[in-house]
């Protein structure tokens, strides 16, 4: 069973798909999930599947990073997926779990990515930028926003679309189906980091 730690910061949609997926139900078990502030909506989809929830950042109440490096040995995490969190990993979390965390990007990267590139601002930005597809992009986290190694990406005809919002509906779908699939990938060992790419066995 792969060991996951899944951090969230909002509604908790892409951590809803990873517990409700069918195929990876043998395959992994979650075994904490963290926020940025002390409550946030994607908490109580964890409280459903009774899995632990901790809240991280330096204010009282909240566990440091340093003292969630220990934790995550302790429960012997194997990978920590970031599902909509949106503050920056510290270095030395990235440096302890290098080629451990992987994030989903609502966009094509290397493209719409970087600092300020979340949420409803990446989907104004494909919308302005009169590009045609958009996608969803899995990508291992390193020390900068968005530029950590493609795991995988899958697109999305926005062709059609008249707004921001139909592009985030649009691209939200690949996502719930792009992030489990790359998960159920990595539980089955078919993921190698390589020196430029990440190969993926089919
Ligand atoms: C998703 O679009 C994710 O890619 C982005 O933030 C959104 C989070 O949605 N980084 P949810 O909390 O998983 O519903």
Same mark, same amino acid.
């Given at each position: 069973?792969?060991?996951?730690?899944?951090?969230?910061?909002?509604?908790?949609?892409?951590?809803?798909?990873?517990?409700?997926?069918?195929?990876?139900?043998?395959?992994?078990?979650?075994?904490?999930?963290?926020?940025?502030?002390?409550?946030?909506?994607?908490?109580?989809?964890?409280?459903?599947?009774?899995?632990?929830?901790?809240?991280?950042?330096?204010?009282?109440?909240?566990?440091?990073?340093?003292?969630?490096? #220990?934790?995550? @040995?302790? +429960?012997? *995490?194997?990978?920590?997926? &970031?599902?909509?969190?949106?503050?920056? =990993?510290?270095?030395?979390?990235?440096?302890?779990?290098?080629?451990?965390?992987?994030?989903?990007?609502?966009?094509?990267?290397?493209?719409?990515?970087?600092?300020?590139?979340?949420?409803?601002?990446?989907?104004?930005?494909?919308?302005?930028?009169?590009?045609?597809?958009?996608?969803?992009?899995?990508?291992?986290?390193?020390?900068?926003?968005?530029?950590?190694?493609?795991?995988?990406?899958?697109?999305?005809?926005?062709?059609?679309?008249?707004?921001?919002?139909? #592009?985030?509906? @649009?691209? +939200?779908? *690949?996502?719930?189906?792009? &992030?489990?699939?790359?998960?159920?990938? =990595?539980?089955?060992?078919?993921?190698?980091?390589?020196?430029?790419?990440?190969?993926?066995?089919?």
């Amino acid at each position: 069973m792969l060991a996951l730690a899944i951090f969230v910061s909002g509604r908790g949609s892409n951590l809803r798909a990873v517990l409700d997926s069918p195929k990876l139900k043998d395959l992994i078990k979650v075994k904490a999930v963290v926020g940025d502030k002390l409550y946030c909506p994607a908490f109580d989809i964890a409280k459903n599947f009774s899995i632990p929830i901790y809240s991280v950042g330096k204010k009282e109440g909240f566990i440091s990073f340093d003292d969630l490096t #220990i934790l995550f @040995k302790e +429960l012997k *995490i194997d990978v920590i997926v &970031l599902a909509g969190f949106l503050k920056l =990993i510290p270095e030395n979390f990235i440096k302890t779990f290098r080629n451990k965390i992987i994030n989903i990007h609502p966009a094509l990267l290397p493209s719409f990515g970087g600092a300020g590139m979340y949420g409803m601002n990446v989907h104004r930005a494909v919308f302005e930028s009169s590009a045609q597809v958009s996608g969803a992009s899995v990508h291992f986290v390193d020390e900068t926003y968005d530029t950590g190694k493609i795991i995988a990406q899958r697109c999305v005809d926005i062709s059609d679309v008249k707004s921001p919002e139909e #592009i985030a509906e @649009k691209v +939200l779908r *690949i996502e719930h189906q792009l &992030l489990p699939d790359v998960i159920e990938k =990595i539980a089955l060992g078919k993921v190698f980091v390589e020196e430029f790419r990440v190969r993926v066995e089919t």
